[in-house]
T-cell receptor, first 110, second 115 residues
Framework: QKEVEQNSGPLSVPEGAIASLNCTYSDRGSQSFFWYRQYSGKSPELIMFIYSNGDKEDGRFTAQLNKASQYVSLLIRDSQPSDSATYLCAVFFGNEKLTFGTGTRLTIIP | NAGVMQNPRHLVRRRGQEARLRCSPMKGHSHVYWYRQLPEEGLKFMVYLQKENIIDESGMPKERFSAEFPKEGPSILRIQQVVRGDSAAYFC?????????????FGEGSWLTVV
């Protein structure tokens, strides 16, 4: 059973600080990794994707991938109250099925 | 509107009725995925389709659920004889290709309530 694991939280971070979200996955052969943001009652919204080891930055967001450790993370710099949401890690396993973790609920404290 | 379109957005059905959820993928996308999200739970994969083909239905319940993506028209997720446990948000997503490496984009979702 291919799995994606996330700490469900809640994770509370002061406004302006860095929020760090973590995810591990079970299949060493996985090649594609995604972070989605989901507000309550809304659909998932793609934030970032990463395919190669290392860091990928997009504005206040940085995705980090370490395939040897089967670990992917998302850093949110200068956290804003509007960043309060559930963050979903997703991995494309070889069978072409995008599998999601259960999500980490993030709360930014003003 | 270039996004993934789902309808209806909200649907109420009595136990034993049928629910039909429709999804039109983004323009240029030929791959459709359906996911279900129960209250306070994560997204669970249900089925992956291409035009006229079911590629992976490993997440579909064995009974009462079916999906199709005809050559013309939207993808349909059909739930027969609904029960209260079917109450959930059903999300459709699409991608230009099926293989990993192509991002998938979600529609706004269809919220099914069974009373």
């Amino acid at each position: 059973q291919k799995e994606v694991e996330q700490n469900s939280g809640p994770l509370s971070v002061p406004e302006g600080a860095i929020a760090s979200l973590n995810c591990t996955y079970s299949d060493r052969g996985s090649q594609s990794f995604f972070w989605y943001r989901q507000y309550s009652g809304k659909s998932p919204e793609l934030i970032m994707f990463i395919y190669s080891n290392g860091d990928k930055e997009d504005g206040r967001f940085t995705a980090q991938l370490n395939k040897a450790s089967q670990y992917v993370s998302l850093l949110i710099r200068d956290s804003q109250p509007s960043d309060s949401a559930t963050y979903l890690c997703a991995v494309f396993f070889g069978n072409e099925k995008l599998t999601f973790g259960t999500g980490t609920r993030l709360t930014i404290i003003p | 509107n270039a996004g993934v379109m789902q309808n209806p957005r909200h649907l109420v059905r009595r136990r034993g009725q049928e629910a039909r959820l429709r999804c039109s993928p983004m323009k240029g996308h030929s791959h459709v995925y359906w996911y279900r999200q129960l209250p306070e739970e994560g997204l669970k994969f249900m089925v992956y389709l291409q035009k006229e083909n079911i590629i992976d239905e490993s997440g579909m319940p064995k009974e009462r659920f079916s999906a199709e993506f005809p050559k013309e028209g939207p993808s349909i997720l059909r739930i027969q004889q609904v029960v209260r446990g079917d109450s959930a948000a059903y999300f459709c997503a699409s991608s230009p290709q099926g293989r990993g490496g192509n991002t998938i984009y979600f529609g706004e979702g269809s919220w099914l309530t069974v009373v």
